[in-house]
C-alpha cells in the first residue's frame, strides 16, 4: 500500500522498519520537528526522523496543520492510508480524511484503558496485569476510534516501562502489518463507554518516593518510572534514583535500611536491583555498594 507514517519516538522506529520490510511505498514520513538537546542545546532530530533519513525516505516535520500549505502538501500525497504510532499532534478532521482509507494509529494499551500521553507508565503505575497494542481507525476524539485488531501481553513482577516499551513497540509492529494485510477482512469493533481510563503524562513530581507506602506502590513506582524520570529519594544528602526493584517480607521504619539494598516501607519492604546515583550511570546495587556506604539503619528521605 502506499502509506504515509506519521511517529517520532523511539517507539515508532520498529513499526517503521516492519512497514518498509513489509514492502509498503512509505510515501513520506511525518515527525516532530528537531529540539534543542544535550549540553550544546543543538537542535536534534526525532528518533523517527533519523531512521527515516537511513532508509533514504522523504522527511517532513510541520509544527502542526494549521497552515493550509501544509494540509494541502499531505493531501498531495494520494495516500491509501496513514500510519500514526506516537506522533506527538492531534490531527485535525482534514488530515484524518486526506488519506484513501483513512488513518489507523498503533496504541499501547487495551481500549478504552488508558487513552492519553503515557499508557506504558500507567499500567504498570496502576497494577494493571495485562496490557498490550491497539490497531485503531483514528476519528478526531482523543483515543476514542473504533478498534480493528488488538494484542495482549501480561505484565509481570519483573517488567519495567524500559522493557515493555521494548516489548510493546515489537508488538505494535507485527500488529500493524498483520492489519494492513487483512485490512479487508477487520471489522471496526466501536470502543465501550465503560472502562475508560485517561494515561495522563508523567510528571517528575510523581518521581519522589513516600517510604510510609506499601511496598507493592513503591515497587510498582520505581518500574513504572524506569528510566525517565525515575523514582527517587534521598540518602545524606544525595539523590539517588531506583531502576528495578521487588517486594519483600521485610519490614522496618519507613526507609529504613534493614538489610544490604532492602529498604523498609509502610507495609513490608522493597530490595532494590538497580539503581543511580548522582552523576552516575544505573548499575546493579552489588557495584554500587562497592563506593557507597549503607550501612544497615541508615535511612532514605
Known amino acids: 500500500m502506499r502509506v504515509i507514517f506519521m511517529g517520532s519516538p523511539d517507539f515508532s522506529v520498529s513499526v517503521l522498519d516492519a512497514l518498509v520490510e ?3 511505498d512509505i510515501a513520506c514520513v511525518y515527525c516532530q520537528p528537531p529540539r534543542p538537546a544535550g549540553r550544546g542545546k543543538k537542535d536534534r532530530p526525532t528518533p523517527v526522523q533519523a531512521r527515516a533519513k537511513e532508509l533514504g525516505l522523504p522527511v517532513r516535520h510541520p509544527v502542526n496543520f494549521k497552515d493550509a500549505a501544509d494540509v494541502a502538501a499531505f493531501q498531495d500525497l494520494n495516500a491509501e492510508i496513514a500510519v500514526v504510532v506516537a506522533y506527538g499532534l492531534l490531527l485535525p478532521q482534514s488530515i ?6 483513512g488513518c489507523l494509529n498503533i496504541h499501547a494499551s487495551l481500549l478504552p484503558r488508558w487513552r492519553g500521553a503515557a499508557p506504558i507508565h500507567r499500567a504498570i503505575l496502576e497494577g494493571d496485569n495485562e496490557t498490550g497494542v491497539c490497531i485503531m481507525q483514528m476519528e478526531a476524539g482523543l483515543d476514542t476510534g473504533p478498534v480493528l485488531l488488538r494484542q495482549e501481553t501480561e505484565i509481570t513482577a519483573e517488567d519495567t516501562t524500559a522493557l515493555l ?8 509492529a507485527d500488529a500493524i502489518t498483520v492489519a494492513l494485510d487483512t485490512l479487508d477482512q477487520l471489522v471496526p469493533e466501536p470502543q465501550p463507554e465503560d472502562g475508560v481510563t485517561y494515561a495522563r503524562k508523567i510528571d517528575k513530581a510523581e518521581a519522589k518516593i513516600d517510604w510510609t507506602r506499601p511496598a507493592t506502590q513503591i515497587d510498582r513506582q520505581i518500574r513504572g518510572l524506569s528510566p525517565f524520570p525515575g523514582a527517587w529519594a534521598s540518602l545524606n544528602g544525595e539523590r539517588i534514583k531506583f ?4 517486594v519483600t517480607d521485610a519490614s522496618g521504619a519507613p526507609g529504613e535500611v534493614v538489610d544490604d539494598f532492602t529498604i523498609a516501607c509502610g507495609d513490608r519492604a522493597v530490595e532494590i536491583l538497580t539503581a543511580q546515583r548522582e552523576g552516575k550511570r544505573a548499575m546493579p546495587v552489588a557495584e554500587i555498594l562497592k563506593g557507597l556506604d549503607l550501612p544497615k539503619g541508615s535511612r532514605f528521605d
Open 22 to 24: 513489509a514492502g509498503h
Open 243 to 246: 531502576h528495578m526493584s521487588r
Open 96 to 101: 484524518l480524511d486526506a488519506p484513501q482509507r
Open 165 to 172: 516499551h521494548d516489548r510493546l513497540s515489537d508488538m505494535g
